[in-house]
């Protein structure tokens, strides 16, 4: 299994470009999430997905947007970069498991300059 | 609001030296509850998870770490850590039954003295 994967692995942009930040998992899991982590902030959560087809916002949802189409795909969507959205974007997934949250697993992070 | 806080923004210690990392959350229902570590350069990893039972949980590396549920407090030890402990820390903390919304803490960024 390659687990979760994020591409790409940087990325530089213009103030008002757009770009979709890319996320796959090929362990079936039914939640993903999708964090920013800026120094001294931890992790914020941006949206989430518990499942294809279902998405709901997080702490820091303005300025994103998701979609769930397949299992095994959660892109992020940036519709206008801003300078405050310079960030490092973590991609994350996990497991039903008798109904209880279970642990997350975390992809390599893609590291966004916004200019 | 829920919400998750680390005391200790940077600490550090000598080799050998025992570590105890603070972490409250501020959601009275109940919760699961977990650590993780980002190594420098690395994405991170799961360190301990709590869930349920007993609230005294192991982890990798020697971790371990007490949940006190009348403190709604889950801190982090360790005996005697190493130089290759030295990583960001992360409390997180998420409501049962509600898959994929963790709150995160704001980490604890650890450096070990060799």
């Known amino acids: 299994n390659a687990g979760v994967t994020q591409t790409p692995k940087f990325q530089v942009l213009k103030t008002g470009q757009s770009m979709t930040l890319q996320c796959a998992q090929d362990m079936n899991h039914e939640y993903m999430s999708w964090y920013r982590q800026d120094p001294g902030m931890g992790l914020r959560l941006i949206h989430y997905?518990?499942?294809?087809?279902?998405?709901d916002q997080g702490e820091v949802p303005n300025g994103y947007n998701v979609s769930r189409s397949t299992t095994e795909d959660f892109p992020l969507r940036l519709l206008s970069a801003a300078p405050s959205q310079t960030s490092v974007y973590f991609c994350?997934?996990?497991?039903?498991?008798?109904?209880?949250?279970?642990?997350?697993?975390f992809g390599p992070g893609t590291r966004l300059t916004v200019l | 609001a829920q919400s998750v806080s680390q005391h200790n923004h940077h600490v550090i210690l000598s080799e050998a030296a025992s570590l105890e990392l603070g972490c409250n959350y501020s959601?009275?229902?109940?919760?699961?509850l977990f650590w993780y570590v980002q190594y420098p350069g690395q994405h991170l990893q799961l360190l301990l998870k709590y869930f349920s039972g007993d609230p005294l949980v192991k982890g990798i590396k020697g971790f371990e770490a007490e949940f006190i549920k009348s403190k709604f407090s889950f801190n982090l030890r360790k005996p005697s850590v190493q130089w290759s402990d030295t990583a960001e820390y992360f409390c997180a903390v998420n409501r049962y039954n509600q898959g994929g919304k963790l709150i995160f803490g704001q980490g604890t960024e650890l450096s070990v003295k060799p």
């Open positions: 959601y009275g229902g109940t919760v699961n």
């Open positions: 997905s518990v499942g294809a087809g279902i998405t």
């Open positions: 994350a997934s996990s497991y039903s498991w008798y109904g209880s949250y279970n642990e997350q697993f």
